[in-house]
Every structure is written in C-alpha cells, then in structure tokens.
C-alpha cells in the first residue's frame, strides 16, 4: 500500500509560484514628501469641532466589520484591537452591540474600562461607542457598557426609507419619528450627552423626510447625525449632495456634526465617504481594511491616506488626527483576528500595494520611488529591507527573532517570544532562509490566539491511495491530562479532524476551509483557516440578537501555520473550536449567574 506518515515536527508544503517583493511591518525609516505632517486634534466636544477642517474617523470594526460571516471575535481579541486602535488614533472606536450577548456586553464595557480611560501624554483617549435600537432595554444595556469610559457614546438607530418602514418596522413615519425622539431623550435621562443617531437607509429616503426626523433627534438633544449608505445604493455625486442638503434643510444641523457611514456594495464606499466630506460630513465611520456585511465598509486605511495625501490641495485642507505609521500592524491584527484574508491587490495594506515586478516600473524605482509611488510605504508602518543586515537561519538567538520582530510592529512579552522562538528554531532547521512572512505566520499562530481550551500536541497521518486515511492525534485538555484518540475520514485531514473531535467532544460544522502558502518555495509554511459553527445539540448556542432585529447564528474562524499542511489544518481547526468553546463556556456561565441573581431578587422579595 502507497502510504505516507506525517508527523507534527515534520513534512513539507510543495508550493513553487512565484512571488513578488512584499514590504513588511516596521519603524518608518523615510518620510515620502507628501506624507501627513503631525498636528495636535481639536479638544473633543460631542456636538461640535473648533477646527473646521478636521475630520473625525469613527472606527466600526469591531461592530459591523464582526458581522462579516466567519469574523466572529472573542472578548480578549476586541480589547487587543480596541488598543491598537487606539495607538492608531481613531476619535471614536464603536466597540460592539452590547446587547447582542452577554459576551459582546462584557467586551464593550471591558473596551471603555481599560481602552476608555487610558489617557495619552498630549490628553487623547478615544470615545467608546456602544450600538443600540431604539428599544428602552438595549438602550439601557448600552449605556451602562460604555459609561465608564471617560468619553461615552450611544450610536441608536432606526430605519427611515419606504421599503424598510413598511416591510421591516411595519411603522408609520410619525411613528418612526416618535420611536427616534423617544430613544434620545431616554438617552439623555440617564446621563448620556453624546448620542448619535442615524437614519438607517438614509441613501434611500426621502430627503424632505430625513429633514425631519433629523430635526426633531437634534431638538430632543443628539449631538452626531450618521447618515448611512445602507446598501451601497448612492453615487458620489449623489451622496455629496445628499450630506450639502441636509446641512442646510435641517433645523439645528449646525449645532451637530454630521457624519457619513457607506456600505460598498457598487464598490464605492471609500468615494461616497470622501464625498461626503466634502459635502459638509465632518465624521468618517470606517473599518479596518473595509470588513463588513456584505461587500464591507469604507476601508480606514484608504480614507485616511486619501486625507492624508489629498486633503490639503483637493479637499479644502480636511485632515485628520491618524498616526498611519500604525496602519499595518493594525491591518494585519484584524486579519489576523478575524480570519479576512487580506486580498493581495487591496489598496495600501495589501501584499502587492508596494510591490514591483513589472521591467518598466522597476526601471523607474531604481532610478526615483517617485515615478510609480504616490505614498512611502514607511509612513504606514512598512519597510522593504532589514537595515542592520540581520538574516534570519538557524544560527539565529532570541535577540536577533527579536529585533526584527520589534521592527515589524511586535513588541512581545517574554512568555510569547520564547513560545514564537521555539516554533522559529523548529522551522530554521527545516528551512534555509527564514522569511517575514514566515515570522509573521509564527507570530499568527502563537500569539494572535484565543484563550487556550485544548492544545495539539502530537499528529500522525496514514493516507494513500490503497487505503482508508487514518490520523491519530495527542492533545492535552482544559484539566492539563494528554489524551490520544485515532480517526478514520475521506482524507487526512478529515481524519485529523475526526480523531480531533474524539477527544474534544464539541459537535461543530466546518462552514469553510482554505490553505495558502506563506512564501514560495517547496519549504514554504502552510497558513490554513477554517470557519466552524455550533451543530446538533449545540448549533441553538451560537444564536445572538441582531441589531436588524431576529437571531443571526455566530460563526468562529481559526488559523495555524505549519510546513506541513495536514498539521496546520489541525491548527487551525483546534484554533476555532478554542474560540467557540470558550464563548459557549461564557455565555453559560453568565446566564448562571443572571439566573442567581433573579433567585436572590425574589427570596429577597418574598422575604
């Protein structure tokens, strides 16, 4: 029988394309000509800006970039995003949907405990933003979540168009306006003076109704108007126009800041989002290399350097208070974080944004950078070479892993270096050259991890083409005993995943599963993510509240990295069943203690 043996410390990936010059994560080294000059923000006041021409970025990537299928995040991972976006400089970071769950509840007020108080020498910290309807309870839940911040934000919401009030509310507009006003003088009662509201729909309502509704939120005292392109639908021109009417129709919208919120179903956002601006808009709501529903959000990095680079000339001077040095390591965060495989094409932050292959364009390089790059990839936190000289080989210490991990945005605790350093020296004695992408597969799959639940210890593979496919793998459990199990599957790694399953005993669904290589070559690491979803008994676990209104199932996306695509599979899978063990584990344990808490509240009654 034709058969191979794979094991976790062995096996190759055969992968030979061919790859272009990639830039990597650094400290910027040159400063483009035109990159952004620092400038000190405006003091924060909800209702107004003392600089006319700045502009707030409003970061949504922890809320609607999440709801993006497979994106799921665990609260530890929000908090690290929530963190680099603010080393990144966002105004407002909107943290979640607090009453989704209570794990999403839990992230946000963690975010605006920690995140929300951690003041910047120059007096920065950014607003906590909580989502809510219109409802006095989510209203309330989110309130509470974000009020610890030092600056705390209710975003609420309804919808205003035909389709959506008669199909989806079942409302009349009369009674959509008295839900909005009513939401945000209950705001207000409980304390909460920055409150955003936004029409959902806008691009598709009526103005001379939007007119209203707006002018009545504004009367019952919302200080930002979100005017959102819920489905992609407007045109520049169109929505640029939409944002110069509304200043100048709606009662009081002086006294407010307006903000613009484009989905990019037409592939649009970022150009209706500038637009808007220019319209009067003078806050961007945006994600993280545009993740979101559907076709995604307007993508931070690319308005912010469209700012950056035309704001001045083309814009009427609009800037921003964004560091971009910190633009890569938060893209590759997210990507990480989320499992959104960032597309190799994708402005700024993509792996060919600063790549060259072509003769005629590497002609021009050589002679002046100039001649094809509008921007110095190092003012967003990227650089092309390793100015000490330092390559990476089996001859390599700790000190050298890391430098260079310091130069491409990594400053590691001990516990993770030494964890990183192990699977370096691993993989130098497999491999000749160690690349940075290599280095940041690693870091991907020993640090950007959720909370450890089972640990994959061991893995060897049986397959062939004369016989069944059988794994048998060795993990160690939450109660630190290692435990081996075998399975037999249609393939290796569904084998590995079976024996997985055997031990682990959580009933899941591998809703996706893809492979890549991390660089060239037949030594190349395999980078594997899956998507996984509650099954059987468990799927009804999965089930949260939607800020559209019904239940939406969670999903939760795993990674790993190994040379061997079997056991970078088992990585990745053991990666997501992790995550969605431990949000199964806290949503249980917190309706445990909601349901002691109702106990106690009704002996205390009866008492």
Request: charged share 25%; hydrophobic share 40%.
């Amino acid at each position: 029988m034709a058969s191979c043996s794979v094991k976790l410390a062995g096996g190759k990936l055969a992968v030979g394309r061919r790859m272009p010059q990639r830039c990597h994560r650094g400290t910027a080294v040159r400063v483009s000509a035109a990159a952004p000059e620092a400038r000190k923000r405006p003091e924060y006041i909800p209702n107004r800006i003392d600089d006319p021409n700045y502009v707030r970025i409003f970061d949504t990537t922890l809320r609607d970039g999440e709801q993006s299928p497979g994106a799921t995040l665990t609260s530890k991972e929000k908090l690290e995003i929530a963190k680099k976006l603010s080393q990144l400089g966002v105004d407002i970071i909107e943290a979640g949907f607090p009453i989704a769950s209570p794990d999403d509840f839990e992230a946000v007020r963690a975010i605006a405990m920690d995140v929300g108080n951690a003041v910047d020498s120059d007096g920065y910290v950014p607003v906590i933003c909580g989502l809510s309807r219109t409802r006095d309870k989510d209203l309330e839940t989110a309130w509470e979540a974000v009020r610890h911040a030092k600056l705390p934000r209710v975003h609420t919401f309804i919808a205003t168009s035909e389709i959506h009030m008669k199909y989806k509310l079942r409302m009349t507009p009369d009674q959509v306006i008295e839900n909005a006003v009513n939401a945000v003088k209950h705001l207000r009662s409980m304390g909460c003076n920055d409150i955003e509201f936004s029409p959902e729909d806008a691009g598709r309502s009526d103005p001379a109704f939007l007119y209203e509704i707006l002018g009545e939120v504004i009367k019952a005292g919302a200080t930002t108007l979100n005017i959102p392109d819920t489905t992609g639908w407007t045109l520049p021109h169109e929505f640029q126009s939409l944002i110069a009417k509304i200043k100048a129709n709606t009662p009081g919208a002086d006294n407010v800041i307006i903000s613009t919120h484009c989905q990019n179903d037409l592939g649009l956002s970022t150009a209706n989002s500038l637009a808007g601006a220019m319209g009067g808009a003078r806050q961007i709501e945006c994600t993280i290399n545009g993740i979101g529903e559907r076709a995604g959000n307007a993508s931070l990095e690319e308005v912010v350097m469209a700012i950056a680079l035309r704001g001045r000339d083309q814009m009427d001077g609009l800037w921003t208070g964004i560091r971009p040095v910190h633009i890569a390591a938060a893209s590759k965060m997210v990507s990480d974080y989320s499992g959104m495989i960032v597309q190799p094409h994708k402005a700024i932050v993509g792996a060919n944004a600063f790549a060259h292959e072509s003769g005629i364009h590497q002609d021009g390089m050589l002679k002046n950078r100039d001649t094809y790059e509008i921007m110095s990839p190092e003012t967003i936190g990227l650089t092309r070479a390793d100015e000490a000289g330092i390559v990476l080989g089996k001859h390599s210490g700790r000190n050298a892993l890391n430098t260079r991990l310091s130069q491409l945005g990594f400053d590691l605790p001990e516990d993770q270096l030494n964890d990183v350093f192990r699977r370096f020296k691993n993989l130098a004695d497999r491999k000749k050259n160690i690349t940075d992408e290599d280095v940041l597969a690693l870091v991907n799959d020993e640090v950007h991890q959720p909370t450890v639940v089972w640990v994959l210890e061991d893995l060897q593979v049986v397959c062939g083409s004369m016989g069944m496919p059988t794994a048998t793998v060795r993990m160690r459990g939450p109660d630190g005993i290692s435990r081996i199990s075998s399975g037999i599957g249609s393939g290796p790694v569904d084998a590995a995943y079976k024996a997985i399953d055997a031990l682990v005993r959580v009933q899941a669904e591998l809703a996706d599963y893809s492979v890549n290589s991390v660089t060239e070559g037949i030594e190349a690491l395999a980078n594997t993510r899956v998507v996984i979803r509650p099954a059987g008994k468990m799927a009804g676990e999965g089930y949260v509240d939607s800020y559209k209104g019904g239940k939406t199932q969670r999903s939760f996306s795993g990674s790993g990295a190994d040379e061997d695509i079997v056991v970078s599979s088992a990585r990745a899978y053991v990666s997501a069943l992790n995550k969605m063990i431990s949000y199964i584990s806290a949503k249980s344990a917190t309706a445990v203690a909601t349901s002691s808490m109702d106990g106690s509240s009704q002996e205390a009654v009866a008492a």
